[in-house]
């Protein structure tokens, strides 16, 4: 509880309020004012007539005091408040079970999960007879066949509903523009009951989301936990998990129980100055404004209630002072109210934990919080103990707030003491996903435990409902996942979930994940990584160690891939006789490898023991402005967006400048050398475009670090880029298509299939006319035109006629998601569909590629190529996987195919257990070691 706080002696002195407490409180209370009364009765009789409704004024001021919990008994209750009548009970046999209890800890094998009236009524290794027996026909049962079964997904940080897709004009209900501070807002007022997303998330494993209004204001309103799954009524009330009584009962709600938890959301640093054109000054006096109108209401509600306590009822008014503006914020102040912040630097930490102890209030949660692992103690400050910290994996780098991100952050914080939760914030991340937020954390050091906790639990706990979800247990909500894989092994898909005890998935497409798949992944110590973020205060040294001459030699390699003459990616055995073998590199290029008798003769330099990892080609990063961009909203640590001919007004002067990427790379950056680290080696850049003409991408390398270094620059012009869509600068589309063929220069070029003409395009109906359109050409210029669609969301539908008129595809992202409308057939794959994009195109022989949207992602490159082909159900080899971000690529925009290699100990890339440790590089003569 916040120290110093004045609460009146019938207040439960704890924020974790138990119901012994209130029961206390109200008898205490009771006897206060009998003995007020009576004391006044029998005194002051003559001087004061008590007003009728003196008790109900009595008890609403006592009710001003209760602090948020569930009802007395709620861990008793035989059926859940959201139970659907009709729903069948099911018997969940043969799991393991992660019930999330004992810190995370707790598994039970073979267990059991009885689920009946929206809630669990068995959790443990065999569910009794008096629960259900084998002539309960009408029990649905599931033989979970030993795969893992989780409490589902809560995510403590979305803005699903208020910022729906397909994104629409009319359809954004995120950010408030109308006040810097405006906490009388609610995120339930713009709740739309038709995101498309809802249904993508569940079948990702979520079932609650905490929707909060966007980061634009100080005080952007009131926020409210969800469940995602359809309801009867099809309202967003009907979807509002545990809704404050005010809003099902208004006034009329009865003051004895407990209130339910409130929700808030604030915003510091850059967003609001921005917003509201001022500076974090403004705003930090905004927020001691609006608290100190707050405190002033909740003085003047002390002091009546005070009064009337004491029988002091002369001059009273009717009821305690109340202000509908200020009330959500008093109710702050009262300990009510879950505050989530949205911030991310050191000095927004200091000013903000510094409001906290000025108008004494808590904080739940601090988020996006990039700077949090830095400055751990100025949290543990926080009024009333410290806050809960909700960060992203590795989305970093894409503000400058966010410059100083790291991979660690999860990690250290947790190892600080603090209470860590993966969020997506989406649809910034699709929440779909939120699960891989967690695999990524314990990928870079978070426990296990910790990490599906930082999903499930933790979030359940920061926002006061871990009474009823975040832990399978006994009298908990019937919500959980029965996943494919262990949850936290890379791809890890629900095979059913369970929202309120209803089955989520009607029709699931389950996947058969391998054996190896089952356990939690073991992942390499990044130790050294962790406590260097520390030290030099988030910006690491990122560089490696070059060998150029010296020989280097790898040992313990168990497999390998490599780049054959014609580009493709084949496999390789080092391995002998089932043992690791030895890869021997000089001056960038193998001289030897097999087993240790033949390879080990020679003289071995540094020595670096893989410990059964692999080596396999460097991949290729395409779609963001890596090699363009640094940090994507500062013009000045970027190369700029080009003018549109069509729908800028272009300066005479540059009407017949040839628009190059190569002419604007930056080398060197961060995300460029975290990519490195990852295993990525080279980039195709296009400038940055938003209208419909582009212009000519080049080709990099990723360790290079200038353009003057030997191969830095591995083809000065790649294609030709332009992009379709209706999004792109208020043209009509057949007008870009019109201008698209036009016969212009660069056109000509393409035209006679001199380089690729690579088009952004989404909707499977703009690319029908494209390939209309290539066959025209094609037809005039007895040439092929080199056709590569990108993006292209719903290049699935036209799969044959793609493979028919030999065009190539990039999908960008990975995992496509309907952002837009163009992208509304996006097709989700498993457990949604039987296939992802990706196969469908692979199995029509498209050659296809995977791209990225933002350059923080590069990095991750190898998990989203490792992913596609475990969605794939054993259709793809790790070479195609390979391929997905090398030769395709490659090959698909006629780009010399490069021959660098990544070295990854303890395992190949597609494993969470493996760490790219060293980039072998024939062209450049040298082994850069990390
Ligand atoms: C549990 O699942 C495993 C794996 O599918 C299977 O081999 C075993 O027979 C199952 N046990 C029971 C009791 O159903
Ligand atoms: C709200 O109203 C419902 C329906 O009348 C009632 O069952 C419930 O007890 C009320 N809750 C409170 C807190 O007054
Ligand atoms: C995946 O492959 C397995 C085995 O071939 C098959 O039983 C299953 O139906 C496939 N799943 C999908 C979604 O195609
Ligand atoms: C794809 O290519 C393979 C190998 O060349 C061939 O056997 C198969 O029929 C092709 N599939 C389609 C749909 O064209």
Known sequence: MPKGSTLPPFASPSPTSNTRQIVLGLVVFTILSLWSSSRYLSTHSTLTVIPSNAQRILDDCAALYYLPGPPPNFAARDESDRYVPGTRPTLITNATIWTGASGGREVVHSGEIYIDKGIVKYVGKRVPETFVTSRDHHVLRINAGLLWVTPAINDLHSHLGVDPVPELRGSDDTNSRNGIVQPWLRSLDGIDTHDEAYRLSISGGVATALVLPGSANAIGGQAF????????????????????????????????????????????????????????????????????????VKLAQDAYCAKARAGQWAGLPASPPESLQWEALVDVLRGRVKVNIHIYETVDFTSLVGLSNEFEFHVAAFHHAHEAYLVPDVLKQTYG????????????????????????????????????????????????????????????GLDDATALAAVTSTPAELAGL?????????????????????????????????????????????????????????TPDFEKEASDAVRYDGLPPLKPTKRTDSAVTFVNVQSMWIKGSSGAVESLLVAQNGRPGVVVVRGGTIQCFGGATQCMASEQGD???LHGGSISPGLVSFGSGLGLVEIPPE????????????????????????????????????????AYRSGVTSAIAYPLFGGTFGGLSAAFSLGASHKLEENAVVQDVVALHVGLSHLRNGLSVSTQIGFSGDQEKWFKAVSEGKIPLVVDVDKADHIATLLILKSEVDRASGKSLRLVLIRASEAHLLAKEIADAGVGVILIPARQFPGTWDQLRALPGPPLTPESAIGVLFRHNVTVGLG????????????????????????LSKADAISLASSNIESLLNVEPQMDLVAYAGGDFSELSSKPVAIISPLRSYVDIF
């Not at 910290?389 to 503000?399: G, L, S």
């Not at 007004?649 to 190059?660: A, F, G, N, Q, W």
């Open 466 to 522: 871990s009474h009823r979800i975040g832990y399978i247990k006994s009298g908990h909500d019937a919500d959980l996942v029965i996943w494919d894989s262990h949850p936290l092994a890379l791809g890890a898909t629900p095979n059913q979930v369970f929202i309120d005890g209803i089955p989520q998935l009607s029709k699931p497409f389950v996947l058969q994940k391998p054996p190896g798949l089952q356990t939690v992944p073991k």
């Open 635 to 674: 013009a000045s640590t970027n190369d700029g967006y080009i003018l549109d001919p069509i729908s800028d007004t272009v300066p005479s002067l540059l009407k017949d400048v040839e628009i190059r990427a190569v002419d604007g790379l930056l080398f060197g950056g961060r995300n460029i050398l975290i």
């Open 852 to 875: 990225i949207t933002e350059e923080w992602e590069a990095r991750n490159h190898r998990f989203d190529i490792a992913w596609a082909a475990l969605e794939a159900n054993g259709t």
């Open 385 to 444: 103990g410290p806050p809960g910290v909700a960060v992203f994996a590795t989305n970093a780098r894409y503000k400058r707030e966010s410059y100083r991100g790291s991979e660690f952050a999860a990690k250290l914080l947790h190892d600080q003491g603090l209470q860590v939760v993966m969020k997506s914030d989406h649809p910034v991340l699709n929440s779909r996903f939120l699960l891989y937020e967690a695999q990524q954390a314990h990928y870079y």
């Open 607 to 609: 020595i670096i023991d």
């Open 225 to 296: 936990v969800i469940k995602l799954r359809e309801t009867k009524d099809r309202t967003p009330l009907s979807k509002v998990l545990e809704p404050p009584y005010s809003l099902l009962n208004g006034t009329h709600a009865d003051p004895s129980l407990p209130p339910r938890w409130r929700y808030i959301k604030h915003a510091a640093g850059e967003n609001p100055s921005r917003v509201y054109h001022g500076t974090r000054m403004d705003t930090i006096w905004q927020f001691r404004v609006a608290y100190n109108e707050a405190r002033k």
